[in-house]
């Protein structure tokens, strides 16, 4: 029997392929069965923007596929009339949701909130300033944000940031590492010093990057637009389009609302306790409407899979987490 999560690769392969262009269908998830051992996959779809028969024909496919990767030699219809399978395989449901993922950087001349970052020129991306990170085996501090609030493209390596409190913009450091692909949107920039501040004014501190691996634990994060937001993870692997693009292996938040200003905000575990939390995600992207998209970060800054970057001279391809500057 496959994993959990290797089935969901599966399934978002053939959900692309086959029915991918389509507007509507707006992610994919694993999510928990009442059964807590077992999971369900469920596909949310924009309400009003798809036919019910086309949502009903997008399910009757993903469930085929499952059955084959359970060997299960049984139509659709007599699945549904057996008991027995009902309690042994994962089913797909189907979820209508009110809009669309987007990216959530702002895009406007005028300096807004505490902890924003914009690109170097006017009308530049805002997004927030995530966190002050080092890496294993370089004594540099970095900030880390979106790929796309503050990198772009390639050509925009070695671009200046700036830190935006209020009416005052303070340049902090260059972007000299960025990663855009089909699962991480992340940019690192290398700062000018390490007395850039402001990217906890909750009163907490960040711990470790941490794998939630098939769990959907209360989560927050602190954006310069939405401020504190607190939630659930509705899913720890989605496969979601957001802007029109689709990304895998994504983390995906319930009643958690982030809007445009909020791309690049660290989504941290809940610890009312002991006031430090580890770090799960970066956020990316949402829907303003309770759900929100963020980048898996231990995938990418605490295993060992090979990625190729866009960077300046000197920097690894992979860079591997060692602490937070807090």
Known sequence: MSNINDIQATLSDKLISKYGDIEAIKYLAIVPNNNPSKYDFKIGFVRNEIEKNKIKEIKGYLQ?????????????????????????ISKVKSSKEKSHFEFYEQKSKIPIGQTA??????????????AIINFEGISDAFLISNYHVILKNC????????????????????????????????AIAKLDDTTTTGTNPYGYVLGDIVDISNNTPDVCFIGQKSRYEEGKIFSFNATVKVSNKWYKNQLLCNDITSCKGDSGSILSLRDEINRKRDVIGLVMGGDCNKKTVANNL??????????????KDGLPDTLKFNSFIN
Request: aromatic share 8%; net charge positive; proline share 1%.
């Open 64 to 88: 085929n596929i499952i059955m084959e990767i359970y060997g299960i030699n049984l139509s659709v219809e007599d699945y549904k009339k057996s008991k027995r399978m009902k309690k042994t």
């Open 117 to 130: 970052i914009r690109l170097e020129g006017d009308g530049g991306s805002k997004g927030t300033l995530g």
């Open 155 to 186: 050509n925009n390596i070695g671009r200046s940031v700036y830190k935006v409190s209020r009416n005052k913009i303070k340049k902090i450091g260059e972007v000299c590492w960025g990663i855009s692909n089909d699962q991480f949107d992340v």
């Open 298 to 311: 231990y995938l990418l800054l605490k295993s060992n899979r090979q990625i190729v970057p866009c960077k």
